[in-house]
């Protein structure tokens, strides 16, 4: 288990976040260390698929308390993950894959989260950006979407007029 307090970029409620890297989680460690840092916003990532049952427990109780809380998805192949209860699911998504099978079952998984989740868009072009942006709403994915700019420049971004992206500069996740 690997735990940092960073500034999240926007990611989580608050502008700070204790970030906890699950690997086999020990439901009393992570409690006591969450206390300890006193952070009331907390980013989950790691192997969420296999600690489902001990995250969902540890959820729970952090919600009770009063903590926010978001886990990182970097790999949605499995729906039973949207069962957990954060406050916030964040997906990283690199939409390279657009005319794949693989791209339409990722979109019709984004269908089932709400307008408090996260989607992070990493296009390999503008072209690639437009399209997956423009997919996501007409499929009517409610979840904020955001974007790691790496070949394409912000100008581009205004010149396109897209103006309900955020950018994000952070890690990502992939």
Known sequence: MK?????????????????????KIKIFDVWDSIIEYDCRDIIFSGDIINNMKELGFLLGR??????HTSIIITELNDTSILELQPHRFIIFFDSNVQN???FKARIELFKKLTNNDVIILHPKSLKEFIFTRQELIRQ??????????????????????????DIYNGEFYV
């Open 100 to 102: 794949s099978t693989h």
């Open 3 to 23: 735990y940092k307090i960073d500034f999240n970029k926007k990611l989580g409620k608050l502008p700070v976040s204790l970030f906890v890297d699950i690997d």
């Open 140 to 165: 009517q994915v409610k979840a904020k979407v955001m974007v790691k700019l790496l070949n394409i420049s912000e100008e581009d971004v205004l010149k396109n007029k897209i103006y309900d992206v």
């Open 62 to 67: 952090l919600a009770i308390n009063a903590y």
